[in-house]
């Protein structure tokens, strides 16, 4: 297989002398968050983190996409933290695209270089550090566990995607494959981070309808995708955070591969009281 890429972000800020027009859009259906936007000026820091910046890319927000957040972080040598998750019920997964980070899981030791995957139960102990000379960046996925009566939450995960052989799509002769960190198959998972990668000239060749919400982070290359009834040009360092049911599709048209990360929340049934009576109120469903 070609050797695999992972966009690192830059931050710095944009010279004066560039135009102000760029590919920055949020519509009622989808998000396109540009790699150029994604500057020094739109950092947070985090209590209990040191040496960390964190850009956010998707957050629970009423009335669009309300199941996850998702931070890219930037870690300086040195900087971590002892005491990462706020909130026992959250889940978390991590996915290291530059540096080395030190991950301590309930009391062992991972190094995790680029493409290393590590799924963080709801409850577990964890912690990370860079130790290295150079900054460590990593995407950190975060949702509240949905849990079932008679079903234990699952284990804690720690791989690489070099680990992983992609499942092919069928009847696509490998050009569209997914890499799965979980197995689709255990229900003990209510969320799924896998890596999708289309060869030149691949595509998802219907608009997806569906349920799902969706982060996606450009890895490696550039494609048009179909977000609800527009085509937008992304590539690598490119976000997409789609609200549930927004149509999409992609093509895939080279020169080299496009692959990106991606988010979706599953295997569990659909909250009947998410739309309170106050909201119902308001939109006319109740008097």
């Known amino acids: 297989m070609p050797s695999r890429t992972y966009h690192v972000p830059t931050g710095g800020h944009p010279a004066q002398t560039e135009l102000l027009t760029g590919r920055a859009v949020f519509t009622d259906a989808y998000a396109v968050i540009p790699r150029g936007v994604i500057r020094d000026i739109v950092t947070s820091y985090l209590p209990h983190w040191n040496d960390t910046r964190v850009w956010v890319l998707a957050r629970p927000l009423s009335g669009f996409a309300e199941t996850f957040s998702h ?10 933290s002892e005491a990462p998750e706020p909130d026992t019920e959250a889940q978390g997964a991590l996915f290291v695209v530059g540096g ?3 991950l301590r899981l309930n009391g ?6 680029p493409g290393g995957f590590a799924y963080l139960p709801p409850g577990c102990r964890w912690s990370v550090q860079n130790r290295s000379p150079e900054a460590a960046q990593f995407h950190w996925i975060r949702k509240l566990y949905q849990r079932v009566s008679g079903i234990a939450a699952p284990e804690s995960i720690v791989t690489n995607e070099d680990s ?3 499942t092919p799509m069928p009847h696509t002769d490998g050009r569209w494959a997914t890499t799965r ?3 689709p198959s255990d229900i003990r998972h209510d969320m799924h981070i896998t890596i999708v990668t289309f ?5 998802i060749p219907f608009a997806e309808t569906h349920v799902m919400e969706h982060g996606l982070y450009v890895l490696e290359g550039k494609a048009v995708y179909r977000l609800n009834q527009d085509w937008v040009e992304v590539e690598a360092g490119d976000y997409m955070w789609l609200r549930a049911f927004c149509p999409q599709a992609c093509y895939a048209g080279g020169p080299g591969r496009f692959r990106y990360l991606l988010y979706k929340d599953v295997n569990r049934h659909m909250d009947l009281r998410a739309l309170r009576p106050a909201a119902a109120s308001a939109i006319g469903l109740v008097g």
């Open 181 to 183: 960190f979980v197995d």
């Open 71 to 80: 931070y890219l972080v930037d870690v300086a040598p040195g900087g971590g």
């Open 108 to 113: 062992t030791e991972h190094v995790l270089r």
């Open 100 to 102: 080395k980070l030190a």
């Open 199 to 203: 060869e030149p000239g691949a595509s």
């Open 164 to 166: 992983i052989t992609p």
